[in-house]
């Protein structure tokens, strides 16, 4: 089992940053990924960046170039910074873990981007 604790998010004007932070407990050793996906209302959810227990980073399309993913020496706290936001980025975002095929997920954070 594992429990992810986020925060951060808030809103913010077109242009500006924020950074989402996630805390893993638990079973965080059988972690093999984390990372963040974002769903905006009536839409499905989507991979926005994720991160490997071996160190491979897989963006978005849309947020490469603007978002960073990284994550701590213990590798149970993931960190996303966000720059350039755009009204588009607006969703709810929300902590994943993966432990084999099984998703864990946080309780999600609001972004809203706008001026």
């Known amino acids: 089992q594992v429990q992810l604790a986020e925060s951060g998010g808030g809103t913010v004007q077109p242009g500006g940053s924020l950074r989402l932070s996630c805390a893993a407990s638990?079973?965080?050793?059988?972690?093999?990924?984390m990372g963040w996906y974002r769903q905006a209302p009536g839409k499905p959810r989507e991979l926005v960046a994720t991160?490997?227990?071996?160190?491979?980073?897989n963006y978005a399309d849309s947020v490469k170039g603007r978002f960073t993913i990284s994550r701590d020496s213990a590798k149970t706290t993931v960190i996303l910074q966000m720059n350039s936001l755009k009204p588009g980025d607006t969703a709810a975002y929300f902590c994943?873990?993966?432990?084999?095929?099984?998703?864990?997920w946080g309780q999600g954070t609001q972004v809203t981007v706008s001026s």
């Open positions: 994943n873990a993966k432990i084999g095929y099984r998703d864990y």
């Open positions: 638990g079973s965080t050793f059988s972690i093999n990924v």
């Open positions: 991160i490997a227990s071996g160190g491979y980073i």
